[in-house]
């Protein structure tokens, strides 16, 4: 069983992702995406401000500092999520 406020907080992260989508896809991707292919945008989804970065880090550090008290969905410009995960094995004989 799970606790309201997990309940709460899983609904208002799940909130801010969707919106973060809707903003990017409605209104950000055919202005962002020509030009800042592969950067990554932090994006608070209340006021539809966006801030770059080459790094995700970059870009919310400037997010955070325009909007302290603010929370915001990160992706990156062109791609489906912001990070991948890969590798590759070696196979020992």
């Known amino acids: 069983m799970s606790s309201p406020?997990?309940?709460n907080t899983e609904a208002a992260k799940n909130d801010l992702v969707a919106r973060g989508k809707d903003t990017y896809g409605a209104r950000l991707a055919l202005i962002l995406e020509p030009s800042h292919d592969g950067e990554f945008v932090a994006i608070e989804p209340e006021s539809g401000r966006y801030f770059l970065g080459s790094?995700?880090?970059?870009?919310?550090?400037?997010?955070?500092g325009a909007m302290p008290n603010k929370l915001f969905y990160l992706t990156r410009v062109g791609r489906e999520t912001a990070h991948s995960f890969g590798g590759h094995?070696?196979?020992i004989a």
């Open 5 to 7: 406020l997990k309940s």
């Open 55 to 64: 790094t995700a880090s970059a870009a919310l550090v400037a997010a955070h």
């Open 89 to 91: 094995s070696t196979r």
